[in-house]
């Protein structure tokens, strides 16, 4: 027998024959949902054609510490038999080897993501996958043993459906130019990103496939829901969300009559919209969030789309919406994901010592709930980052509905970048994308070099409300003004002698941590009415217990103060009588202006605009803030107050994009951009041997949200007090965990997700914590953690980083 799988402890073994075709069925079960299950099934059966090899069984039996390369093997057997086979019938020999390379990358990637160009290698060499290719050249034992095994794998094919190879082979070329075929390329460059994101797709449907069987090689040790188990939990969800309608009754004004429209019009397009990308553009005090939530399960129901995603960009927002979503449809199968505290690049090194890789991966959540609730970042790791968990992550994005919510909120760099992987998520990937903010984003707009292709695959309109301006104005309840009418510069000082003379409740959104700290120290020394603040500072659960607060205050009409970064301004609920804004983008000035009279208690609330001093408020290294700050400063400045704000919502964004057009590739240095990387990757030049040329590795190195690799570090608040001592001596008394014990680690770190603060690696603040797992988790002293601020660098002073 041929191994695939060998435990040493146990002698338990596992052909190679039985994990080949338990890795394409799998693998083909998962991409039939989107037409690539052929495709798959022929990389899972020969992904690893090159254990077969008499050094790699030598290595399981022997000396397992070897390295073996076993994954070039079966890439070099289809490069030449792929472009033999679909030459034959007629298929233009460029693409035979676009496909023949696509296959033997993924195949030969499947342990570890590579760049295709290798600029330390002789001119000969350039094409990594042709280095790796001719060491298979250079081995007689391909001829002797695997060519053999191959044919052997061959035989079987009929028991599968397939007639023979070339029957495989011809299928799976038709997935691939099938849906090559629904992508809008308008040059060379997007063509090859789109081939790019083929390259994505298949790696992720095999890796999992391939660690699912893996870890089950002996005995069943991870058992997928069944697909019984999932429709009940969607049947589930729309009963829920369905039966809450039901009791908000008949509309008793004009402001829930609009409301009941809205949701109605939603119902009914979530039952019928095909796959595509859609604009739900609401004020705010809409409903958005559960109007949103009512589309996902009617999509789930009528669409059957597997997976509800909520992704937005902000903590704050997805703390709260997750919390009202779980309130709405309970807990079974939704996973909130927006902290790594255990950072995934270093299990690897967890599980050094007793090398077993398999292991790791089971540890690293796969997104494979039916409801995810996670950040902007995260979704961007699962599109560009190379780590195997976020490559995994991709394909359970396939067919599935998707709410990109607070979208205004990503970085220009990233534009590019989006559109095009939206655009091969709705036309390849079967999802089904719903854009949700008050200030939508032109990412049509005929300036930009790569645009997004909103709509339907059945022509359905891309706006899925589109309301009359009478509709429109039921929702209109706040004034904006300037501060100062001449566009001068105010302090903070000056600040604080405006809020103090206003006798309701105020609002105050500043861009920066210190300046609200500032602020809030300047009103603490002259005022006795109740004064919050707050930032990222505070742990979630902090910020929830704080905001909780506030919201009763306000019911009860105190006239409180409450001093923030913009994290409150989307998509928290919160109802100030006033709100004071300090300059930033148009989108940013709009949602903050939700937190104002929210609930229409007024006639009118006030949203003042205060451009404070650079001295106090620095946001010189806020890029993406000062750059939207200067455009909204040049639109509003022969403005007079009041000031309509929503009508200069298109031309912000114009002026925004014109302004960096030169910056939507994501610039990396040296003329280079990660768009380049990922598509015809210009810096490889004409002696790159092959068709396909992008950087993967390095371009999903450089793609970062957030530039910065931040560190969760679990904080002493609340309820995490009694479960950390616990926890710590745990961890204590089991420096050198087992398989179980990290099992366990696992679900105590997802318990203590809402008691976490993410602290930049090179902090200072970091000293103030404890590190275990040789500081792979990080846990903080009470002591450094204030009951109002949040962290402190020292225990007697607040850190503001």
């Not at 009791?247 to 019928?272: C, H």
């Amino acid at each position: 027998m041929i191994i695939g799988h060998y435990d040493a402890s146990t002698e338990k073994k596992q052909s190679l024959e039985e994990h080949l075709f338990n890795v394409a069925i799998d693998a083909r079960e998962h991409a039939a949902t989107i037409n690539q299950g052929d495709l798959l099934f022929l990389l899972g059966l020969f992904h690893d054609l090159g254990k077969a090899h008499p050094d790699f069984q030598d290595k399981l039996l022997n000396h397992p510490k070897r390295h073996v390369d076993h994954s070039s093997a079966g890439a070099y057997y289809l490069l030449l038999r792929i472009p033999q086979i679909l030459i034959q019938k007629g298929i233009p020999q460029k693409d035979s080897f676009i496909f023949s390379e696509v296959i033997a990358y993924v195949i030969s990637a499947h342990h570890g993501i590579y760049d295709l160009y290798d600029r330390e290698a002789n001119e000969s060499q350039f094409n990594r996958l042709r280095m790796r290719i001719n060491s298979v050249q250079e081995k007689a034992a391909f001829d002797q043993t695997i060519q053999p095994f191959a044919t052997d794998l061959e035989f079987q094919l009929p028991t599968y459906g397939y007639n023979h190879l070339e029957d495989l082979i011809v299928k799976s070329y038709a997935n691939f130019k099938n849906a090559l075929a629904k992508l809008p390329d308008k040059d060379d460059t997007e063509r090859d990103f789109y081939v790019g994101a083929f390259v994505r797709l298949y790696l992720s449907f095999l890796k999992n496939a391939d660690i699912l069987d893996t870890v089950n090689a002996y005995e069943e040790v991870i058992i997928p829901s069944s697909e019984e188990e999932n429709q009940n939990r969607r049947d589930s969800y729309l009963h829920y969300v369905e039966e809450l309608y039901q009791k908000f009754g008949k509309p008793s004004n004009d402001l829930n009559r609009v409301r009941t429209m809205i949701a109605d019009r939603i119902k009914e397009r979530g039952q019928k919209d095909s796959s595509g990308i859609y604009r739900l553009n609401l004020p705010t005090g809409a409903g958005k969030t559960k109007a949103s939530l009512r589309y996902a399960v009617q999509q789930m129901a009528q669409q059957n789309k597997k997976r509800f995603y909520y992704i937005t960009a902000f903590l704050s927002v997805l703390e709260q919406n997750a919390k009202d979503i779980k309130a709405i449809i309970g807990e079974d199968g939704v996973l909130e994901h927006h902290s790594n505290i255990v950072r995934e690049k270093e299990f690897k090194e967890l599980y050094e010592e007793i090398d077993d890789e398999v292991m790791q991966e089971y540890l690293l959540d796969s997104w494979d709930s039916p409801v995810v609730l996670t950040t902007m970042v995260q979704f961007f790791q699962t599109l560009f980052k190379t780590k195997s968990a976020n490559i995994r992550r991709f394909s359970n994005l396939a067919n599935s509905i998707m709410v990109l919510d607070e979208v205004q909120s990503l970085p220009i760099e990233v534009t590019s970048l989006f559109n095009l992987m939206m655009n091969f998520m709705s036309r390849v990937m079967n999802t089904t994308i719903i854009l949700c903010t008050a200030t939508q984003p032109a990412y049509d707009y005929e300036s930009l070099e790569h645009q997004l292709v909103y709509g339907g695959e059945m022509a359905e309109q891309a706006d899925i409300v589109a309301l009359t301006k009478k509709e429109r104005i039921v929702f209109e309840r706040t004034e904006l003004k300037k501060l100062r009418e001449d566009n001068s510069k105010t302090s903070l000082s000056e600040v604080a002698d405006y809020v103090l003379e206003q006798e309701e409740s105020v609002l105050v959104i500043l861009n920066t941590k210190p300046a609200v700290y500032q602020l809030y120290q300047l009103l603490n020394e002259q005022t006795e009415r109740p004064l919050y603040q707050l930032s990222t500072n505070m742990c979630p659960q902090h910020r929830l217990d704080t905001i909780a607060e506030i919201k009763q205050l306000i019911k009860e009409d105190v006239p409180l103060i409450c001093i923030s970064t913009q994290l409150i301004e989307a998509g928290v609920d919160v109802d100030f009588a006033q709100v004071v804004r300090s300059y930033a983008g148009i989108d940013s000035i709009v949602q903050a202006s939700g937190r104002c009279n929210r609930e229409g208690k007024r006639a009118l609330g006030q949203v003042t605009l205060v451009n404070v001093n650079s001295e106090e408020e620095n946001i010189s290294r806020l890029t993406e803030i000062k750059k939207k700050k200067s455009v909204t400063e040049d639109i509003l400045y022969h403005q007079s107050s009041p000031i309509d704000i929503s009508v200069f919502n298109d031309e912000f964004f114009k002026r925004y994009y014109e302004n960096n057009s030169k910056n939507m590739d994501y610039p990396i240095g040296d003329n280079q951009t990660a768009y380049d990387y990922l598509s015809h990757n210009h810096f490889a030049g004409i002696q790159l041997k092959g068709i396909l040329r992008q950087a993967f590795k390095t371009a999903g190195q450089k793609i970062d949200l957030i530039k910065d690799d931040s560190i969760g570090i679990i904080v002493p608040y609340g309820d995490s007090i009694e479960m950390l001592e616990d926890f710590e001596t745990f961890l204590a008394d089991h420096t050198y965990p087992t398989f179980e014990d990290y099992i366990y680690i696992k679900e105590k770190v997802k318990e203590l997700q809402l008691y976490t603060v993410n602290a930049r690696e090179n902090s200072s603040f970091l000293k103030q914590a404890k590190p275990y797992l040789d500081g792979r988790i990080w846990i903080l002293p009470q002591e450094f953690y204030d009951e109002k601020f949040g962290i402190k660098k020292e225990a007697d002073s607040l850190l503001i980083f």
